[in-house]
Nanobody
Framework: QVQLVESGGGLVQAGGSLRLSCAAS????????MGWLRQAPGKEREFVAA????????HYADSVKGRFTISRDNAKNTVYLQMDSLKPEDTAVYYC?????????????????WGQGTQVTVSS
């Protein structure tokens, strides 16, 4: 129903930056929150950031506050994650997700649609 395609991942040195993009297509919901979650090898998927439909409300995991910025362009059905001051512990597969509600969510089970993920590797 909804397809999500992430891009922008790659290898970067500690302290560097990456900008992830996620383009949504398919079924339209009119208004929906979007988020980014990540999963490192052997670990559970964890919440990173979320943004409401209007873009007026955002929420970040404590581990990325002040370093990551989530934004969206509804005309392009795209959400972005600007990642600055990257650390080796940020290494993970990053997933874009959609919640068919305008309000944000901070738990993975609250999201209905997922992208395939994009690998982010931060070297020390």
């Amino acid at each position: 129903q909804v397809q999500l395609v992430e891009s922008g991942g790659g290898l970067v040195q500690a302290g560097g930056s990456l900008r992830l993009s996620c383009a949504a297509s398919g079924r339209t919901f009119g208004s929906y929150a979007m988020g980014w979650l990540r999963q490192a090898p052997g670990k559970e998927r964890e919440f990173v950031a979320a943004i409401s439909w209007s873009g007026g409300t955002t929420h970040y995991a404590d581990s990325v506050k002040g370093r990551f910025t989530i934004s969206r362009d509804n005309a392009k059905n795209t959400v972005y994650l600007q990642m600055d001051s990257l650390k080796p512990e940020d290494t993970a597969v990053y997933y874009c997700a959609v919640r068919p509600r305008p309000q944000i969510a901070t738990h993975s089970y609250e999201y209905n649609y997922w992208g395939q993920g994009t690998q982010v590797t931060v070297s020390s």
